[in-house]
């Protein structure tokens, strides 16, 4: 679990956070919803400790993160996998190696040990005997998987995504959700995902953060966020045709029920 208290920050005067609060749950997908440049990259920095906060705290299962000694603030960032919106994979590097750079890094381990975890994860997430392929070689949602399978290969508790889906056809964007859940549930891992897509909200927001200029206007669950009296989330909701019919129906089904 991790809890955020009072989050503040500003950059040369510009407010981008203003006094966010709340506990992102174990074993769920936690989401950061909200249009562009509402400040949800920027919380996640605060959050991981790439940006500090200029008023405000960060725990991670109760220990104090913001500000503490260096050495918790290490052992904790030992625990973060991070997926970037690029998946950020070094060009040079075939696959088993750019996994196994956290492990070399991080850890301790055998090179055996380290090919073994590194096979372990490649075939969770789809990509058995890959080992060797460049990522010049591999399709946008290939080196998503890369990227998934590289952040959890240290054995992380706490997993960060940025905007995870970006450059993905639907399909595969799908996909992408699907194995973030499964691999959520499946360890108990702690997971927050910056996005702006309402397809993922609706299939694996377990709970839902929306912000707007700086701000935390709501949070919730995807069976939620379809009825809410927030002007703000509606009108970022329902800006597009398809989720306007999905409202419609609900509301239509809704009535008919009601009338029987």
């Known amino acids: 679990m991790i809890e955020i208290h009072n989050i503040h920050k500003s950059f040369n005067g510009v407010k981008v956070l203003d006094g966010i609060s709340g506990v992102f749950e174990t074993g769920k997908t936690n989401l950061l919803l909200g249009a562009s440049g509402t400040g949800k990259s920027v919380l996640l920095k605060c959050i991981v400790g790439l940006v500090k906060p200029d008023i405000g705290s960060v725990t991670f299962d109760g ?8 050495g918790i603030k290490q052992e904790i960032r030992r625990k973060i996998g991070m997926l970037f919106q690029s998946s950020a994979l070094f060009d040079s590097m075939t696959v088993e190696k750019n996994i196994e750079f956290p ?18 994860v490649l075939k969770r997430v789809g990509l058995e005997g890959a080992n060797k392929k460049m990522p010049s070689e591999l399709s946008g949602g290939m080196k998503k998987r890369v990227g998934i399978a590289r952040a959890i290969a240290p054995h992380c508790t706490y997993l960060f995504c940025d905007e995870p889906n970006s450059g993905l056809d639907p ?8 194995l973030i859940k499964e691999i959520t549930e499946e360890y108990g891992i702690t997971t927050i995902i910056v996005t702006h897509d309402m397809n993922s909200v609706i299939e694996i927001g377990d ?37 306007r019919d999905a409202k419609k129906i609900e509301d239509e089904e809704e009535e008919t029920e009601s009338n029987r």
């Not at 090179?111 to 073994?116: N, P, S, V």
């Not at 709501?218 to 069976?223: N, S």
């Open 103 to 120: 492990l070399k890094m991080l850890g301790d381990m055998e090179k055996d040990e380290r090919i073994d975890r590194v096979n372990t």
């Open 63 to 70: 220990t104090y993160f913001t500000n503490n000694k260096l």
């Open 171 to 178: 399909l595969t964007a799908l996909k992408i959700d699907e």
């Open 207 to 243: 709970k839902i953060f929306f912000l707007y200029k700086g701000k935390k206007l709501w949070e919730g669950t995807r069976d939620a966020i379809l009825d809410t009296d927030v002007k703000e989330l509606n009108e970022f909701i329902f800006s597009n045709r398809l989720m």
